[in-house]
């Protein structure tokens, strides 16, 4: 049974730093797929925050641009979200999430982020 579970959130003041985790269990191919990490705020949509190919490739969406950082860590089935100068809009429960198109999309029970300003 594939598990994804998030750890690493918490409460931070605003331009503080948070690294986020997301260790896969249950199948050994999360490598070749791309990895995505969402986030959902109080009384918005879900929306997608950065995404990593199996070849190490980047996307970022533009409110984050350039204070996130995703990476990956294949032999240990491990994706990361390093989240620099924080701001109060980055408050939200944050989501890894691994789509394997006709084989499922697989999420985890999220983990809250807040930010104080």
């Known amino acids: 049974q594939v598990q994804l579970v998030e750890s690493g959130g918490g409460l931070v003041q605003a331009g503080g730093s948070l690294r986020l985790s997301c260790a896969i269990s249950?199948?050994?191919?999360?490598?070749?797929?791309?990895m995505k990490w969402h986030r959902e705020a109080p009384g918005k949509q879900r929306e997608l925050v950065a995404s990593?190919?199996?070849?190490?490739?980047?996307n970022y969406a533009d409110s984050v641009k350039g204070r996130f950082t995703i990476s990956r860590d294949n032999a240990k089935n491990t994706m990361f979200l390093q989240m620099n100068s924080l701001k109060s809009e980055d408050t939200a429960v944050y989501y890894c999430?691994?789509?394997?198109?006709?084989?499922?999309?697989?999420w985890g029970q999220g983990t809250q982020v807040t930010v104080s300003s």
């Open positions: 990593i190919t199996s070849d190490g490739r980047t």
């Open positions: 249950g199948s050994g191919f999360a490598s070749i797929y791309t």
């Open positions: 999430n691994w789509p394997r198109g006709v084989l499922g999309n697989y």
